[in-house]
Nanobody, 126 residues
Framework: QVQLVESGGGLVQTGGSLRLSCAASGFTFSSYTMGWFRQAPGKEREFVSAVTWGVTTTYYQDSVKGRFTISRDNAKNTVSLQMASLKPEDTAVYYC???????????????????WGQGTQVTVSS
């Protein structure tokens, strides 16, 4: 019933750009904060970015600030992550997720998210 499907992953060179998209269905998209997480080989899944529902606010992990941009299109039930100036350390599986939360702090925590996509691989070559 609930589905989040990521797309746009692939192989890119250091310094390059990539745009990830997530298509949502089965829930009231416009009433959910949407987030992006990533998991690199041998590492824990970590918060990347989020955009709230309602009065839209964006949040970013420090390491991606100024390089990544999150956006949402409620008419299309999609959230995107525009990634620029990519580095090898950005290599990971990127996951789209949804939560009803809007307050800062909770958005960094994986356990606050209700729904998850299957992930899309991003590989940045050096």
């Amino acid at each position: 019933q609930v589905q989040l499907v990521e797309s746009g992953g692939g192989l890119v060179q250091t310094g390059g750009s990539l745009r990830l998209s997530c298509a949502a269905s089965g829930f009231t998209f416009s009433s959910y904060t949407m987030g992006w997480f990533r998991q690199a080989p041998g590492k824990e899944r970590e918060f990347v970015s989020a955009v709230t529902w309602g009065v839209t606010t964006t949040y970013y992990q420090d390491s991606v600030k100024g390089r990544f941009t999150i956006s949402r299109d409620n008419a299309k039930n999609t959230v995107s992550l525009q990634m620029a100036s990519l580095k090898p350390e950005d290599t990971a599986v990127y996951y789209c997720a949804a939560t009803q939360r809007v307050y800062r702090g909770s958005l960094f925590d994986m356990k606050e998210y209700n729904y998850w996509g299957q992930g899309t691989q991003v590989t940045v070559s050096s």
